[in-house]
């Protein structure tokens, strides 16, 4: 009889403990940082090898919100060990809103008008204005590297020689002409999927549309070479196309400052973010990984 209910106890003891580790959840992870092949790195190597660079390429998802954090805590930590010798530059922010951008760091525009006159992107508000007011409170540089819209919209309608026909006034907002250009697989590809070739004469829409893509990757260049400074680094905010794989933008920047120091970080969704996917090995050289599930911004 004793024997029996020493049975019976252990029997109850063994289902309540496979109950409870049943009821286990997994602990949620923001995110993951690993390098190139997928090592776990920390925060502080990746600012230290960011630290040395002249240009610290960060490709984003534009919706993700850990994306824009992680950003912000970059731009913090860089600003700690670089001080002033530290310029941001954005994607978001086109080429001949410079003067608007100057002034509203200056305190000379209110940010109202400021938002009114520059063009920002919907989101500017939750996901870019951290970084900038961040920039503007601390006295750093910043810059605006995009091509303006209407002339990624003019290549994108006519092609690349359109851009000849521009006035000298607005060809300063240009790199110069004309700018190198070659179609790849990768490119076509990625265009295609985006489902934007649906009429009309299909080649010429494809290429003119690669063609807006490479005139927006060497204003971006262009911009960020004419703004590098010696013992500064620059923290270019971009799109993560515009930098995997030491693509888009860096090759034109590479013709215009050949001897540039460059460290790249990108953007990654996973379904589990514990260890870098084989496809995503070698997209920069650092990787944010990040659930899939996150909540977008946007």
């Known amino acids: ?27 949620p992870v923001a995110y993951r940082l690993v390098d190139s092949v997928g090592r776990p790195v920390t925060f502080d190597k990746l600012i230290t090898r960011a630290a040395g660079a002249d240009v610290v390429f960060f490709g984003e998802l534009h919706n993700n919100p850990i994306s824009h954090w992680m950003q912000l805590r970059v731009l913090e ?25 100057d002034e509203y760091l200056a305190k000379t525009i209110s940010p109202k008008s400021y938002g009114d006159e520059a063009r920002l992107w919907p989101n500017y508000e939750t996901d870019y ?8 409170d ?30 000298a006034e607005a060809k300063r907002y240009l790199p110069p002409l004309p700018i190198a250009f070659q179609s790849t697989e990768e490119s076509a590809g990625m265009f295609a999927a985006m489902g934007a070739l649906v ?7 494809k290429r003119h549309l690669e063609e807006a893509q490479a005139i927006k990757d060497a204003t971006m260049g ?26 888009g933008i860096i090759p034109y920047l590479r013709r215009y400052a050949p001897k540039t120091r460059i460290v790249t970080i990108t953007t990654v969704l996973q ?19 990040v659930p899939e599930d996150m909540t977008r911004t946007h």
């Open 1 to 27: 009889m004793k024997l029996l209910r020493t049975l019976t106890l252990l029997l109850t003891g063994l289902l309540f403990t496979l109950s409870t580790s049943a009821q286990k959840t997994t602990e």
């Open 77 to 101: 930590a860089l600003q700690q060990r670089k001080g002033k010798n530290l310029t941001l530059g954005l994607e978001m922010l086109e080429a001949d809103i410079q003067l608007i951008l």
């Open 129 to 136: 204005d951290p970084v900038v007011y961040f920039a503007k």
């Open 138 to 167: 601390h006295g750093l540089r910043v810059i605006a590297t995009n091509v303006p819209r209407r002339y990624a919209d003019l290549v994108n309608r006519k092609g690349l020689p359109a851009l000849d026909s521009l006035s």
């Open 199 to 205: 009429h009309g004469d299909k080649k010429k829409e």
């Open 222 to 247: 262009y911009r960020i070479s004419q703004h590098l400074r010696p013992q500064h680094t620059f923290l270019h905010l971009n799109g993560s196309y515009h930098s995997l794989q030491n693509g």
């Open 271 to 289: 379904e589990d973010v514990q260890a870098l996917e084989e496809a995503y090995r070698g997209m920069a050289d650092f990787i944010l990984i």
